[in-house]
């Protein structure tokens, strides 16, 4: 397996352009399949995530295929046939298309989804959504799911969860009369994934909110979209520069998505700025610890950011403790940063940092996205050389963390 080698301790400056959001365009790639025709995603990141979802696309009997940035889905023709483990297993979106398929041909049989190896990722969440609006289910090693027509219904989360949100849009979309979704998840990729639908003449309302309102039913076409920027690779990046030091201006960025980001940097010293052009970030001397920061559904902290937060407190003045509420075997990534010299223990679902000052080059492994995102951060300020084996892993959603960093003055390779 390739890994990552990085001599840390060059300073990063520059511009950058930020890669469009795997979290956002993941859900519109399902959403596709309700829109007969060719869509067009622009500025779609090509990304392994997107990779697997694509053939997974193709599995239902759509075609997609690139023209450079652009991935148009032509979703004329669809069928539910049987998705298999080899397909499910590469990405975990690979469940909205329970929602999807539900929707355009009502039925769908899945292996059960697979992703990072952060936790327990169930789905009863997904399923009881879509028995609202009349699904029938089957148990055993693959989800099986029927519904010879489906009515729009009250739908009441008992968590906020993103893809189950996603998944009863996706399925309320197509159901009769109105469906209401209660505690639904409110992140930018569910707003996102509606103003997508809305645009392809879907009738969704109460956007942004933690009630949407579905008036299912209405014709849908194919459309033209423009993907949004990614906030979780616009929030690694503002750490790397916070770690390395330097100042980077980082542009295709929606600041208003990272404030629960951006707020905690500049209060441990950062400083970052809202320019017409993007982001400028810009390190003058070392951050104070965070203190204390909780992940929370948003719009509070996001937990895809908690790695490379884990990463900075390690290097920052004092001590942070850094709660995980939503993904429990998230903190895998502390040994690795121990061995880098980062002074770091568990104790009842809280990371306490004693921040170091300075870290050193080392050979870790990382075990899911985000916590390669953290060795990353991390070593672009070690002294010496960090050797980080699971590229696969950072290659599910930065396009080229490589090419970036190396472009802001990094020693980065990849071999
Ligand atoms: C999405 C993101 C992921 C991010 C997460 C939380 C995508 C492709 N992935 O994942 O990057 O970390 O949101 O912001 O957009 N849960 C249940 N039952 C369910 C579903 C979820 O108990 O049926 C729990 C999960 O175990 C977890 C919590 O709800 O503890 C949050 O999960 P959820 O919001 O569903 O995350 P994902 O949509 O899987």
Redesign the pocket.
């Known amino acids: 397996m390739a890994s990552l080698t990085i001599i840390g301790g060059n300073q990063l400056y520059g511009k950058l352009r930020v890669q469009g959001s795997k979290?956002a365009v993941?859900p519109m790639m399902a959403a596709a399949l309700l829109l007969p025709g060719e869509t067009r995603l622009f500025g779609c990141p090509h990304i392994s995530d997107v990779e697997a979802m694509a053939e997974l696309v193709r599995t239902c009997g759509a075609k997609a295929v690139w023209q450079e940035s652009v991935l148009c889905i032509d979703a004329s023709m669809v069928v539910a046939g049987k998705i298999p483990a080899e397909c499910t297993e590469k990405t975990?979106?690979c469940v909205l298309l329970l929602g999807a398929l539900l929707a355009r041909c009502g039925q769908v049989t899945m292996a059960k989804p697979g992703g990072c190896a952060i936790g327990?990722?169930?789905?009863?969440?997904?399923l009881y959504a879509l028995k609202q609006l009349g699904a029938k289910m089957e148990g055993g090693e693959m989800l099986c799911c029927e519904a010879g027509h489906l009515t729009g219904n009250e739908i009441l989360l008992k968590?906020p969860?993103?893809?189950?949100t996603q998944n009863a849009v996706l399925a309320a979309v197509a159901a009769s009369g109105i469906t209401r979704i209660h505690n639904a998840?409110m992140?930018p990729?569910v707003e996102w994934l509606c103003r997508f639908l809305n645009k392809a003449g879907a009738r969704i309302s109460g956007i942004g909110t933690m009630h949407l309102e579905i008036e299912g039913g209405a014709p849908l076409h194919a459309i033209d979209f423009d993907v949004p920027s990614d906030r979780i690779v616009t929030g690694t990046y503002l750490a790397a520069v916070l770690s390395a030091g330097g100042e980077v201006l980082l542009q295709h960025v929606c600041p208003k998505e990272l404030r629960a980001v951006s707020e905690p940097l500049i209060a441990a010293g950062g400083i970052l700025r809202e320019t017409k052009e993007g982001f400028l970030v810009k390190k003058q001397k070392r951050l104070r610890a965070f203190d204390y920061l909780s992940t929370a559904p948003y719009p509070g902290f996001?937990?895809?950011m908690q790695s490379q937060f884990l990463a900075l407190a390690a290097l920052a003045d004092g001590t942070t403790v850094l709660e995980e509420k939503?993904?429990e075997a998230r903190f895998h990534i502390v040994e690795e940063l121990k061995k880098m010299g980062a002074d770091i223990f568990l104790e009842d679902g809280c990371a306490i940092v004693n921040g170091v000052g300075k870290l050193c080059g080392s050979d870790v492994t990382a075990l899911d996205l985000r916590g390669a995102a953290a060795l990353v951060v991390a070593a672009l300020a070690a002294e010496g050389t960090t050797s980080i084996e699971g590229v696969k892993y950072i290659q599910r959603g930065y396009e080229n963390i490589v090419r970036d960093l190396s472009q802001l003055g990094a020693d980065i390779q990849i071999g």
């Open positions: 979290n993941l975990r979106a327990e990722r169930p789905v009863d969440l997904h968590f969860s993103v893809g189950a998840a992140e990729e996001p937990t895809d939503i993904f």
